[in-house]
């Protein structure tokens, strides 16, 4: 298994077969992107005021037009949660003797909105807060929505990894897209918020498998320098396709059910390519399944109009994997040292993507049009990925990710002083924050999938997908820090980026190494040494290093 990418090198890295996976899965990631933030405009809060009874009369009618006179003087507070209703039964003289503001105001109650809301429908037809009335007392159901759509993201993770690495990536792979088709489906017709959420649920888990799938699938059959270009520019192009795809048909759907309905299609056109794409025999072989793997080859040997040896894997490199226990989610953490880089990896993803998060649901708060705003942001993420793309090939991925990451959290933290103050200025620097915490990402995805070996690489992705919707699943809840400090969550936030920058300081380098394909093949975190330690640090065998670093020194990373 050390030497399986020089044991099929004889395909090559750009033949027929690896241009049709290519362009495949590229396809395959539509659906996930077109579903990532269906949360936005589902459950998007139009404008809204207390329902005036349609029964009526005049006198009522020129009372609330006089009560929106004072509201817009500043003499009556503004609310879409209560409205003002006179102590008296209006008659024509009262009328006329309520034209002073002063009387007016004296003969005014305050009270709920007992006739219901009206929904302002300049941007939307209707949506789950509209339909469902999830505003003033159940406002808290719309933060909470998000939450339970994210803590599917998050129990697919967990669950689809390690089903990958003990049944493949492809079943997998278009599981999840099934399952997106199906509960998008079903939204439509959802009759209440908790059969909602129910299914907005299960969208969720099949959301973010669908990326990890396709990601690792990618990176297990692609070799070489057109691994780095379709994990770090083609594959994340297609997703935000899918992405920016949305915006538009939100935009030309302005019903929420009908928008469901919509949201389907693209899974429905991937099933067919189940036929198309092959299962990834790097696994095949880490599972010891080498017959399969070898037929796999051969095929495509024949696709590429090359000719295969006539023994691919060596039969005592073969022995030595099927006699390998299958690793599981607990080999994560077996060991002090890949504990060590498993928890830091946790939490990089965790904080990066709360960050992600937090400026995505933060474009509702953005002057302008929503679909507008929503599609411009998100078409920010292309260069974002072509920066990362042009990184990953020549520089490190540590340096890659520290560079793009500290931009992003420094833009994020200077936007309090201009949040108030400058409009122009914010929109930039949010532009720039969302393009290094994008780029960031992308080197993330490659950094971890470099990191993990073959045998638990899905469910190392996975793990780390799933502390990402931990971040996710908090970033609407950050929001509300907003009441009790204006700019807190950007600093949290930015906080968090900067964090990550410190942590990530410690993972081994992976650049222009080969991929592990078991765990005793996974780099070492690095230590740092103190001036006053007398002996170097002990590696995982108790033995220590030849020659102990000096101060401060970072001990270099070495392979097990």
Known sequence: MQDYEESVSFLGTWGSFQKRVFFLLCLTIIPSGYNLLSVIFLLATPQHHCSIPHHSNLSQDWIQASIQEQQVAGRLERSSCSRYQLDLVPSLDLVRNLSSPEVLLSNLTQEGCKDGWTYSTEHYQSTVVSEFNLVCSDQWKQPLTSLVYFLGGLSGCFISGQISDRFGRKPVLFGAIIAMSIFSSALAFAPSWPVFIALFFMLGLGQLTCYIAVFVLGSEILMGPIRVLFSSLCMPWAYLLGVMMLPVTAYLVRSWRHLSLAMAVPGLACIPLWWLIPESPRWLVSCGRIQEAEFLLRSAALENRVEAPHVIFLSANVEKVTSEKSPGFLDLLRTANIRRMTLILWFIWFSINMSYFGLSFNTSGLNGNPFLNYFLLTAVELPAYAANWLALRSLPRRLSYISFTLLGALALLVIQITLNSQPTVTLILVLVGKFGIVAGIGVL???????????????????????????????????QLAVYYQFLPWIVVGSLSLLSVVFCVFLPETFRQPL???????????????????????????????????ALEIICTTRL
């Open 445 to 479: 995805y490659m950094y971890t999938g470099e990191l993990s070996p073959t045998v638990i690489r899905n469910t190392a992705m996975s793990t780390c997908a799933m502390f990402s919707r931990v971040g996710s699943s908090v970033s609407p809840y950050l929001l």
């Open 516 to 550: 592990p394909d078991t765990i005793q093949q996974m780099a070492v975190p690095q230590r740092f040494r103190w001036p006053w330690a007398s002996t170097p640090p002990p590696k995982e065998d108790g033995k220590t290093t030849e020659d102990p670093p000096t």
